[in-house]
Each structure stands twice: as structure tokens, then as C-alpha cells.
């Protein structure tokens, strides 16, 4: 049986949606980091930060259900 990693590996390799919604929750990531690096916020910088915190969570449940059914299908193969 694979590991998370592997799967998601050979997903990102398949699945052209996967792979895009993985780049784009990175993406997400990175901008939030930059957001969590400043002291102070933005009345504007905090609903962003909170508008991508829920982009983010759902693109990564979005992603997590796509891994089960990846890892479904391969136990079929």
C-alpha cells in the first residue's frame, strides 16, 4: 500500500485539476506567510488574510477528497 506522499505524487503527475488546485493552494500558502510575517494588518489585509484562509481550507478539502478516491481506485487496480 502506498503512502500519502506516493499518492500524491501520482496524482499531481495524472490529474491536470489536482495539480492546478495544488499550485494555487500553494499559492495561497505563501501569500498568507507573507501576511502572518507583518506586525500589524490592514483593515483590508485582515479579510483578505481571512477570504484566503477559507479559499485555502476548502481547496484543500477539495483536494483531500480527490486523494481518497485516487487511493480508492488504485486498491481496485
Known amino acids: 500500500m502506498e503512502n500519502h506522499d506516493e499518492l500524491l505524487k501520482k496524482?499531481?503527475?495524472k490529474d491536470e485539476l489536482f495539480r492546478n488546485a495544488y499550485k494555487t493552494h500553494k499559492s495561497?500558502?505563501?501569500t498568507l506567510e507573507k501576511l502572518e510575517k507583518k506586525?500589524?494588518?490592514s483593515s483590508t489585509e485582515t479579510a483578505e488574510k481571512?477570504?484566503?484562509k477559507k479559499l485555502k481550507?476548502?481547496?484543500k478539502d477539495e483536494?483531500?477528497?480527490k486523494l481518497s478516491e485516487f487511493r480508492?481506485?488504485?486498491k481496485g487496480a
Open 11 to 13: 496524482l499531481l503527475e
Open 28 to 30: 495561497y500558502e505563501n
Open 39 to 41: 506586525p500589524r494588518l
Open 50 to 52: 481571512i477570504k484566503i
Open 57 to 59: 481550507l476548502a481547496l
Open 63 to 65: 483536494m483531500e477528497k
Open 72 to 74: 480508492r481506485q488504485e
